[in-house]
């Protein structure tokens, strides 16, 4: 099986509906996927972190307006439908000073840089 491992550090919501899109078809096309969320990406994966969103430009309103699936949507469909797992980042939560009760469900156990580099190694990584 080919392994996809995808590093989210971008609280753009162009980068985050990238790697949501990419997660999803790699899990559902039968890919063991893997995404770590670290430095600004964690934000918006906290149950209140909607505000933490931001657009590099038109199209991340393009993507609000034309109402496309928005990329927490895309993400828990990986976790629900493949064998997507969805990891937050140890230190990024230190940092933050959050816990597992302010993550949204569908995240996994907290993961450190060293356990995803070693998962990464020989798979095909993609960094958004």
């Known amino acids: 099986m080919e392994r996809i491992c995808i590093l989210v550090t971008s609280s753009a919501?162009?980068?985050?509906?990238?790697?949501?899109?990419?997660?999803?078809v790699g899990a559902v096309s039968g890919s063991d996927?893997?995404?770590?969320?670290?430095?600004?990406?964690?934000?918006?994966?906290?149950?209140?972190?909607?505000?933490?969103?931001?657009?590099?430009g038109p199209f991340g309103q393009l993507l609000l307006d034309k109402k496309a699936p928005p990329f927490l949507q895309l993400f828990e469909q990986a976790v629900e439908?493949?064998?997507?797992?969805?990891?937050?980042?140890?230190?990024?939560?230190?940092?933050?000073?959050?816990?597992?009760?302010?993550?949204?469900?569908?995240?996994?156990?907290?993961?450190?840089?060293?356990k995803f580099l070693s998962e990464a190694q020989g798979a095909q990584t993609w960094s958004f």
């Open 13 to 24: 919501r162009e980068k985050l509906q990238m790697a949501g899109m990419l997660a999803s």
């Open 33 to 56: 996927v893997l995404v770590f969320l670290s430095m600004n990406a964690l934000a918006p994966f906290l149950k209140d972190g909607a505000d933490a969103i931001t657009d590099e």
């Open 81 to 114: 439908l493949g064998d997507a797992k969805v990891h937050p980042c140890s230190m990024a939560m230190d940092v933050m000073g959050v816990g597992r009760d302010d993550l949204l469900p569908f995240l996994g156990a907290p993961l450190g840089l060293t």
